[in-house]
């Protein structure tokens, strides 16, 4: 083989490692499961449904790398007409490669084999030129035992790093073969630490990690044991029924039929994925009633985000689609009314909020303080748009405001970075600095303007960033901010990005940034000083106090296209305001499976948050179940609820911002503060503030700043501890 094709076929891994999802129809769950509906379903979700199906069925497998089992197949159909013998191998490892996105490991194995022995190379002997090949095919042995152990024999310890107790494969033959390429890699290429890092996952799988690691490619395991904690979370979502086995996607985690319990909706990334609702019952376990709900046939989704967009006091949803896919994935977003009962309609076309156009971000804000909730997406190489909610009706007046800005959007985000009561806006792009747009008062009384303030308030970094929140992580009473690096350019090198953290080594990688508010419309970049300056690679993430001492953490869903990208999702402690500790590997939550959409939230109801986590990668064949880690935590901490309903302010008080003052046991007091909103941008938590007090032995008084147009305050005195608090604007 050439040079010239060998850089080729490093172009087209590259290039096609982003293929993605499992062809099916539109009356399936992303599981398989047959859905047969016999509900009744409305004129407008049936519009979206034959748009959707319009759109999946003339999808062109070149254009959308989620058709990996099509594309394979036509890379087949080449070899039979080729004759070039050079440009017959290419298309032996891009069929090997996209075999192995589709999920059909073997076949990619075993054409991987043929094409080396065709090239007359062994593993003692590994030039440059062929590397490329046997690191295919070490994944591709990995991703066999993932899928004949952790996918076909799963278990709550499964994939779970470190890899211990029932986590360990059963059926050794993958990550056995794996380790014979990996020494055979790195005898040659001592200095691969992406290699290094996955041998060492190879051995714990296998229960041999690290005794029988060669001690010079062995990663301490120390770096397992260094942080300490007495947080207890376990994986319960297939006993609790909720885990749903898909690819890329997100959740809504929200009561939904207003019967006190949370439920969850979840999507799947793939063309024909259908969405599922999943209803909590009252012993807490979750029912499938996707059928029911009158949703059967609304597919797909990377994202979703939810509001009561028409103040009926039913939490309703868009579900984002195209993200990733370029100018020609021209899918339209959804809205989704909640008409209560569990029944849902999809209205796009009928809130004038049809948008064919790449996206996986929006955030809603009531930006204007009318009392109802506006929407702002933004896409993928299109105009952002901004959609106005007059009465449930909406229009785009984002030209209009200067918002319609063209860029590669991967997060967006309200907050009130100046405490004047509007929500401002931020923008995270990759590959261009990020923006920041404050929210002002215009000329004409009740008009608002946005000013780029992003160079001046100093956080238009990373350049290569993905999802991004506003939170006030130190209890000051100002909107702190939160965006993670998504270095695209080292997809290749997630893994040896790992092993450079766990050996200590500088990063190379794209880093977050941790800015703190400094109440004057500037920022201060303070990752390094609070010890989050970490390359993580999160796609997923949202926040919550999950031991309840009053101050917030966060939860990052982590991973790239590739399979070699089997890194820890990571659990973040918020230590007293001061700094951040990683606690992943203590509480167990170190998933190395891709991580999208997180919410925290009390799902089973017993005053501490828990985990909700989608889970699965951006190429077909790479499923993997959603994950619920259940908080069993005693820490003796109290909590509060506090569930918000607006009357001038939008229904659902988004904006509203809480100042729950405590007494401690000194007789000192402390503020605790809270916005109400779903969280980050790739993910959507409970409505309902659920806020930790630490060891506080009363509540002196909680004030409620209402986002309406005279920014009414209420306080409230005399309020138990550990209650949920159900406060009407007004009343």
């Given at each position: ?31 398989g ?10 004129p ?9 199906d319009?759109?999946?069925h ?32 290419n ?6 490669n996209?075999?192995?996105n589709?999920?059909n ?17 062994s ?14 095919l ?62 060492n ?8 990690y690290?005794a ?14 260094k ?37 969850i ?35 797909g ?6 509001a ?11 579900i ?26 999809d209205?796009?076309?009928?809130a ?27 896409h ?77 308030a100093?956080v ?10 506003f ?6 009473g ?25 050996l ?15 109440g ?10 609070y ?22 953490d ?37 998933h190395?499976q ?16 828990d ?62 503060y ?11 938590k ?33 309020v ?8 009407k604007?007004?009343?």
């Open positions: 083989m050439s040079h010239r094709s060998i850089f080729i076929i490093l172009f087209l891994i590259i290039h096609y490692s982003f293929s993605g999802q499992a062809q099916m129809k539109s009356c399936c769950e992303p599981d499961t047959i859905l047969v509906s016999s509900v009744k379903q409305t407008g979700t049936l519009k979206m449904i034959r748009i959707l319009s759109i999946n003339h999808a062109n497998p070149e254009d959308f790398y989620v058709m990996n089992a099509q594309r394979a197949e036509g890379f087949k159909k080449k070899l039979l007409t080729e004759k070039d013998p050079g440009q017959r191998i298309y032996y490892f891009q069929y090997a996209e075999s192995l589709a999920g490991t073997e076949e990619a194995i075993k054409i991987l084999k043929q094409v080396i022995a065709v090239m007359g190379v593993y003692q002997n590994i030039p440059e030129q062929y590397k490329l090949l046997f690191d295919q070490a994944i591709s042995f990995m991703r066999k035992g993932e899928l004949e152990n952790c996918a076909a024999n799963h278990s709550p310890q499964s994939c779970i790093i470190p890899i211990q107790g029932a986590g360990i494969h059963i059926l050794p033959s993958g990550s056995d073969s794996a380790i014979i390429l990996y020494k055979a890699i790195l005898d040659k290429y001592p200095d691969d630490l992406q290699s290094r890092y996955l041998l996952v190879a051995y714990m799988t296998l229960g041999k690290p029988e690691v060669p001690k010079q490619w062995l990663i301490e395991s120390g770096v397992f044991t942080n300490k904690s007495d947080i207890i979370l376990k994986d319960v979502a297939g006993k609790k029924g909720v885990d749903m086995n898909g690819i890329s996607g997100s959740c809504v985690v929200e009561d939904l039929d207003n019967d006190g319990l949370l439920d909706i979840a999507t799947s990334y793939g063309l024909n994925d259908q969405i599922r609702y999943m209803h909590q019952q009252k012993d807490g376990t979750f029912k499938t009633e996707t059928v029911s709900s009158g949703l059967v046939g609304i597919t989704g990377l994202n979703m985000v939810h009561d967009y028409n103040n009926d006091g039913l939490a309703d949803f868009v984002l689609r195209g993200g990733w896919w370029g100018k020609n994935a021209k899918f339209p977003l959804s809205l989704i009314r909640n008409n209560g009962n569990g029944y849902f309609e209205i796009t076309l009928e004038g909020i049809y948008s064919p156009a790449p996206t996986q971000t929006a955030s809603w804000g009531d930006f204007n303080n009318d009392g109802w909730i506006d929407l702002f997406v933004a993928e190489n299109y105009p952002c748009q901004l959609f106005i909610n007059n009465k449930g009706k909406f229009k785009d007046i984002a030209p209009k405001l200067g918002l319609n800005i063209t860029a590669f959007a991967k997060g967006c985000v309200w907050g009130d970075i100046n405490n004047d009561g509007y929500p401002d806006l931020y923008l995270s792009l990759l590959g261009s600095p990020n923006k920041l747009f404050l929210n002002k008062a215009g000329k004409v009384p009740g008009e608002r303007i946005f000013e780029d303030i992003s160079k001046a100093g238009e970094e990373p350049i290569r960033s993905f999802p991004t929140w939170f006030d992580f130190d209890n000051d100002w909107q702190d901010l939160f965006v993670s690096g998504y270095d695209t350019k080292r997809f290749s090198q997630v893994g040896g990005d790992a092993a450079r953290e766990m200590g080594m500088p990063p190379l990688g794209e880093l977050p940034r941790l800015y703190h508010n400094n004057n419309n500037t920022f201060t970049d303070v990752s390094e000083a010890g989050v300056n970490k390359v993580n690679y999160a796609m997923g993430c949202n926040f919550g106090d999950i031991d309840n001492d009053g101050w917030l966060y939860y990052l869903g982590t991973g790239a296209p590739d399979y070699t990208s089997i890194v820890p999702n990571k659990l973040y402690r918020n230590i007293d305001g001061k700094k951040f500790e990683d606690i992943t590997y203590a509480t167990n939550t170190g190395i891709k991580g999208h959409g997180v919410a925290f939230a009390d799902i089973d109801n017993d005053g501490d948050q985990i909700y986590e989608v889970i699965g990668g951006a190429v077909e064949g790479d499923r993997f179940r959603n994950v619920l880690f259940e908080n069993s935590t005693v820490t003796g901490n109290h909590w509060l609820k506090l569930r918000l309903e607006g009357t001038t302010s939008n229904r659902s008080a988004i904006g509203a911002k809480v100042r729950i003052k405590v007494k401690l046991a000194d007789g000192s007091f402390r503020n605790y809270h916005i109400a909103s779903t969280g980050a941008s790739f993910g959507s409970p409505l309902t503030i659920e806020a930790g007090l630490g060891k506080a032995v009363g509540i002196e008084e909680i004030e409620i700043k209402w986002p309406n147009a005279r920014q009414t305050v209420e306080v409230l005195r005399n138990e501890m550990d209650k949920l608090i159900v406060k604007e007004g009343k």
